[in-house]
């Protein structure tokens, strides 16, 4: 059975102004919805790498032909003497603290000798702190997390993110911002998050007391409706 289509308004911008021919493509931070839309371009080759093992199963299963590898970017061992024409990464930017703290600084450099095309990058926009119900959510989200003991997400702004790749020796071909329309999906998503963390507590009664303000607070931000709120970018940049 086919990969199934991803209608994705960033993926389809990369197709855009990639236009047909991807060659050889790499996922170098991949997840469902990634593979799921790499998987269907006509590439020569699909390699997508994770560092999170408990998704090999189902990341085989999104695209059967894909070669899925286990593996950190830590490791010079990884794809050593490999480079591919097209490498997506998508939300790995943000993700890298949670794995490899610090290592984004360093990431798309390590990444550089793996580009013989170009690098399609997505990346998130630090969320407003602006006193609104949604910046309330995140912080929620983010104070679960750490009271679990776990790390955040670090999100950085597309000008930082340009330098790093300038910096990196790469080429800035193209860029463009997507204003984010948040509502339920975004709101249950983060909200949840903190919830699963919260059985992570030690202490019954912070338990009890972090679940009903997650409860509470998921209410009024569901309450809002649905609106513009942050925004995601997309980079295009030339390695070869």
């Given at each position: 059975m086919p990969p199934v289509r991803r209608e994705d308004a960033l993926f389809q911008w990369f197709e855009k102004i990639n236009g047909p021919s991807w060659g050889d493509v790499l996922d170098a931070g991949t997840g469902d919805h990634s593979l799921g839309w790499v998987g269907t371009?006509?590439?020569?080759s699909v390699t997508a790498v994770t560092v999170e093992a408990w998704r090999m199963n189902s990341l085989r299963e999104v695209a059967p032909k894909a070669?899925?590898?286990l593996g950190q970017w830590t490791d010079p061992a990884l794809l050593f003497g490999e480079s591919f024409d097209q490498v997506l990464v998508d939300y790995v930017i943000g993700a890298i603290d949670?794995?490899?703290p610090f290592f984004q600084y360093d990431y798309l450099e390590r990444l550089r000798p793996h580009v013989r095309g170009r690098v399609y990058l997505v990346g998130l926009e630090p969320q407003p702190r602006?006193?609104?119900v949604l910046d309330e959510v995140c912080r929620m989200r983010d104070a679960c997390i750490l009271l679990a003991g776990h790390r955040c997400y670090r999100?950085?702004?597309?000008a930082i993110?340009?330098?790093?790749?300038?910096?990196?020796?790469?080429?800035i071909v193209d860029a463009k911002d997507f204003p984010n329309r948040i509502g339920a999906r975004f709101v249950n998503g983060q909200l949840d998050v903190a919830l699963r963390k919260t059985k992570l507590l030690r202490d019954d009664a912070l338990r009890v007391t972090m679940v009903a303000a997650i409860e509470e607070l998921r209410?009024?931000?569901?309450?809002?409706g649905d609106v513009t709120w942050g925004a995601d970018y997309c980079i295009?940049?030339?390695?070869g």
């Amino acid at each position: 059975m086919p990969p199934v289509r991803r209608e994705d308004a960033l993926f389809q911008w990369f197709e855009k102004i990639n236009g047909p021919s991807w060659g050889d493509v790499l996922d170098a931070g991949t997840g469902d919805h990634s593979l799921g839309w790499v998987g269907t371009l006509p590439a020569r080759s699909v390699t997508a790498v994770t560092v999170e093992a408990w998704r090999m199963n189902s990341l085989r299963e999104v695209a059967p032909k894909a070669r899925v590898l286990l593996g950190q970017w830590t490791d010079p061992a990884l794809l050593f003497g490999e480079s591919f024409d097209q490498v997506l990464v998508d939300y790995v930017i943000g993700a890298i603290d949670g794995h490899a703290p610090f290592f984004q600084y360093d990431y798309l450099e390590r990444l550089r000798p793996h580009v013989r095309g170009r690098v399609y990058l997505v990346g998130l926009e630090p969320q407003p702190r602006d006193g609104s119900v949604l910046d309330e959510v995140c912080r929620m989200r983010d104070a679960c997390i750490l009271l679990a003991g776990h790390r955040c997400y670090r999100e950085y702004p597309r000008a930082i993110v340009t330098k790093w790749l300038e910096r990196a020796g790469y080429r800035i071909v193209d860029a463009k911002d997507f204003p984010n329309r948040i509502g339920a999906r975004f709101v249950n998503g983060q909200l949840d998050v903190a919830l699963r963390k919260t059985k992570l507590l030690r202490d019954d009664a912070l338990r009890v007391t972090m679940v009903a303000a997650i409860e509470e607070l998921r209410a009024r931000a569901l309450d809002q409706g649905d609106v513009t709120w942050g925004a995601d970018y997309c980079i295009a940049a030339e390695g070869g």
